[in-house]
């Protein structure tokens, strides 16, 4: 008999336990919404992952100091993704777990793909600051944008430089494998033969690896003068490194992923001289000098994707305000119909997702910055 009471002691705790935690989160869906970031916090890219983080707290802190959306505050989740497909999807499973609405992330192309089906079936708005594969957007999902620009236009633009300033030099291609890498080298590639410049060489390596002397024997017997990069800053910053110390003075070209001072930590001065794509700095917009200082106060510099995951979370929360919802599916029509001001400019997007604003600019390293390539 005391058994059964014992027992049935319990199932009543447990029960008026659960009935609590039903009553606390309803209380607290009532005043806040719970939103999301997601990238590499850990791996080779946590820098972009820092980026991500710094942008969105900020953006939450000054949205919500402002009064929040829809009368409600704002609660961040972070979720790291390393870079990695499967994790990512990791972590599109736990913010629809704890009722995240909309998730500025992820930034590897490889892992934003997969994490943005689990999104979907949620019906949790996805907008990358960063992930510029083109197949992000052209799968037909209604819930996936991007505040930066895509491979099929970041390639063909560092086609047309090389073609325009390097014309009559030997041109080598080069990718990582990854989903990025290659999807960027590929459009460089068919931009370049389209406009009749044959590569001398064509080559993928393995990320992760510290010696990448075979393919800079391989450089040298094709003669390259240029190498355009489809990969991350890590190997990029290697391969340049090793080139130099092996003799070799070819240029190298990448895209928006060499856009970090981490890149000239691995090269030093033989980074000098690289060149790479990347969308206009938000940081030189004379409309963000506050917002900016307030980061360097705080001893942050906001480069690269600092500012467009910023500009995510404001596109997404002035499309709620507008509209008066978090539904899914009403806020997805009020972004791909209306502009919104951001950090970034006044901004749209597409019926793919894809932002309106403008495409990419060139830059280049020289004393340790990157600045406009004039």
């Not at 620009?149 to 090389?162: K, L, M, N, W």
Request: charged fraction near 20%.
């Amino acid at each position: 008999m005391n058994r059964l009471l014992v027992a049935a002691v319990a199932a009543l705790s447990l029960g008026l336990a659960a009935c609590d935690n039903k009553d606390e989160k309803a209380a607290a869906d009532a005043t806040t919404i719970t939103i999301g970031v997601a990238g590499p916090i850990t791996g080779s890219e946590a820098v972009f992952g820092e980026q991500f983080v710094h942008g969105a707290k900020k953006a939450v802190a000054d949205i919500n100091a402002a009064g929040g959306v829809l009368g409600k505050k704002l609660v961040l989740e972070i979720g790291d993704d390393a870079c990695d497909p499967k994790q990512a999807v990791s972590v599109a499973n736990d913010m629809a777990s704890k009722g995240a609405v909309f998730v500025a992330g992820h930034y590897c192309s490889g892992s934003s793909i997969p994490a943005s089906d689990v999104y979907a079936e949620s019906n949790i708005i996805q907008i990358t600051p960063a992930s510029t594969n083109p197949d992000f957007t052209e799968r037909g999902l209604a819930n996936t944008f991007r505040v930066c620009g895509r491979d099929d236009a970041q390639g063909p633009t560092a086609a047309e430089y090389v073609v325009a300033h390097f014309g009559g030099k030997r041109i080598a291609v080069v990718d990582d494998k990854s989903t990025y890498g290659q999807g960027l080298a590929n459009e460089f590639a068919k931009a370049l033969n389209g406009a009749g410049v044959e590569e001398v060489l064509h080559e993928s390596i393995s990320a992760g690896e510290k010696d990448y002397s075979p393919l800079i024997s391989k450089l040298k017997q094709a003669q390259a003068d240029v190498l355009y990069f489809g990969g991350y800053k890590t190997e990029g910053g290697l391969i340049v490194r090793q080139m130099r110390e092996q003799g070799l003075s070819t240029i190298l070209i990448g895209g928006d992923a060499l856009v970090t001072d981490e890149y000239w930590s691995i090269t030093g001065a033989a980074g000098e001289g690289t060149l790479m794509t990347f969308g206009p700095d938000p940081r030189l917009n004379p409309a963000n000098e506050k917002l900016v200082g307030e980061f360097r106060a705080d001893n942050y510099e906001p480069e690269a994707y600092t500012l467009y995951t910023y500009a995510a979370i404001q596109a997404w929360a002035a499309a709620v305000t507008k509209t008066g919802t978090t539904d899914a599916a009403t806020v997805e029509a009020a972004l791909k119909s209306d502009h919104f001001d951001t950090v970034l400019g006044s901004i749209g997007f597409d019926a793919k997702g894809d932002m309106d604003a403008p495409g990419y600019v060139f830059y280049e390293w020289k004393d340790g910055k990157y600045a406009y390539v004039e």
